[in-house]
């Protein structure tokens, strides 16, 4: 679902689409879910391109999400080394960011510009 709405959103072959995207972590339940999902809805994409074009694995790399980490001096440490560690485990390309929220955002767009960013957040913070 999540690989599919980015196809209808992009037209260009999935390492660029994933190249346009970043995915903002913190460690969070509604974060954890969400790269869960991001990369299930990458690899049942990979497979459906496997099938339709024969086995042309070669074409689709490794499911590297761009992740996001706005690190802040009050996060709790244990909610850090899970961030970082799951970032290792997942070989996730990590950019810590030191500023906060709106002003990372702007200077990442600056830096690096992306066409969206995937975020987990709680129903409850966003209303």
């Known amino acids: 679902m999540i690989v599919n709405s980015l ?3 992009c037209s260009c072959p999935p390492k660029a689409m994933f190249e346009e995207v970043a995915f903002s972590f913190n460690g969070g339940e509604d974060s954890t879910v969400l790269l869960h999902l991001l990369r299930a809805g990458y690899y049942l994409h990979k497979e459906k391109t496997k099938q339709s074009n024969g ?3 070669d074409s689709i790399p490794e499911c590297r999400i761009r992740t996001i980490y706005f ?3 009050c996060a709790f440490p244990k909610i850090n080394s899970f961030t970082y560690e ?3 485990n997942y070989d996730l390309q990590l950019e810590i960011i030191s500023l906060d929220f709106k002003s990372g955002l702007e ?3 600056k830096e690096k510009p992306i066409k969206a960013i995937f975020l ?3 129903r409850a ?3």
Do not use: D, F, K, Y
């Open 125 to 127: 913070v966003l209303s």
């Open 86 to 88: 799951t970032a290792s």
């Open 55 to 57: 086995n042309q694995l």
């Open 71 to 73: 690190e802040t001096p």
């Open 107 to 109: 200077t990442l767009m």
């Open 120 to 122: 987990g957040w709680p």
């Open 7 to 9: 196809s209808s959103h």
